[in-house]
């Protein structure tokens, strides 16, 4: 099997894994705060990483990795987690996961700026189209929130950010190593903002809320990172990156199973116009 085939496969796995990430966030915030859910999660999974760093020996990373790996953490470990958690207070995850459509496009444009890549014209057209499609349908919202439509932009531009960069480095270090010591890189401030946010009790915690903290921790969080930045790094960052238009129909399917909430025939529709207009581009990274 070639190298690119791996990618692809890693990638899906990775995608299938990122999916269940905003219902669970949805979930979770329910009984945390966006900045205790952040901070927790982002610890946990640190601790997590650790262990794997030092069960298998892994070096440091050189000194010149230091600004790409705060550049990851501040984008997938940081960014990302807590401005979804907030946004999740304005909107429903199934609004938040058509969100989702703009982070192929995202992350090809950083692929560019950060890892040399050139997909070519045919591309950027069809990729900007589905873009245009999911800003519409957000803006024409009756449903949605101003607040939780730009949140979850902010979210994407800082995400695909990560995704690049990390991705760019998975190439020297290998995938799981990079995702375990950005979260290394964040864990003093985010330790620090965990006892900071520390919650009066946990009492009046649901079940849900804590299965989404552990799902968001240790899937979202980490082990979907070891699959997603080992596919960018085999298959090309544009490229693989057309995955995650497979990403709003399971996530929209986990949102109307999981937490019962209503898919509307045009939030499905727009979610399709999208997957078609850049899966056409694919072809062009």
């Known amino acids: 099997m070639s190298q690119v085939a791996k990618g692809w496969i890693n990638g899906f796995v990775g995608v299938l894994i990122f999916s269940g990430s905003l219902p669970a966030t949805r979930l979770a915030v329910g009984g945390f705060s966006p900045l205790f859910l952040t901070s927790a999660r982002a ?25 790409s790996l705060l550049i990851v953490a501040g984008g997938v470990v940081v960014g990302f987690p807590l401005l979804t958690a907030v946004a999740l207070q304005h909107i429903t995850s199934a609004h938040s996961v058509v969100f989702i459509g703009l982070l192929p496009l995202s992350t090809a444009v950083f692929a560019v700026l950060r890892a040399g890549e050139r ?26 929130s101003l607040t939780g439509d730009a949140l979850m932009l902010a979210a994407i531009l800082v995400c695909g950010l990560g995704y690049a960069e990390g991705a760019q480095m998975s190439r020297r270090l290998g995938g799981w190593q990079v995702i375990c010591w950005a979260l290394l890189t964040a864990l003093p401030v985010m330790a620090l903002v965990m006892i900071v946010a520390w ?27 070891f699959f997603w930045y080992r596919g960018l ?20 399917a986990l949102s109307a199973a999981l937490l019962g909430e209503p898919v509307a025939w045009s939030m499905i529709a727009a979610t399709a116009l999208v997957v078609a207009s850049v899966a056409g581009a694919r072809r062009f990274a």
Not at 47 to 67: C, E, K, N, S, W
């Open 199 to 225: 919650p009066g009790g946990f009492a009046t915690v649901s079940e849900g809320a804590w299965l989404g903290l552990a799902y968001v921790s240790v899937f979202s969080m980490l082990i979907g990172f």
């Open 119 to 144: 997909p070519r014209l045919p591309f950027w057209l069809l990729s900007g189209a589905g873009s245009l499609i999911v800003v519409s349908f957000a803006l024409s919202q009756g449903g949605g």
């Open 233 to 252: 790094a085999q298959g090309g960052i544009a490229g693989v990156g057309q995955l995650q238009l497979l990403q709003p129909f399971m996530g929209l």
């Open 43 to 67: 610890v946990i999974a640190a601790l997590l990483g650790a262990a794997f760093l030092a069960l298998f020996r892994q070096i440091r990373p050189a000194r010149r990795d230091v600004i």
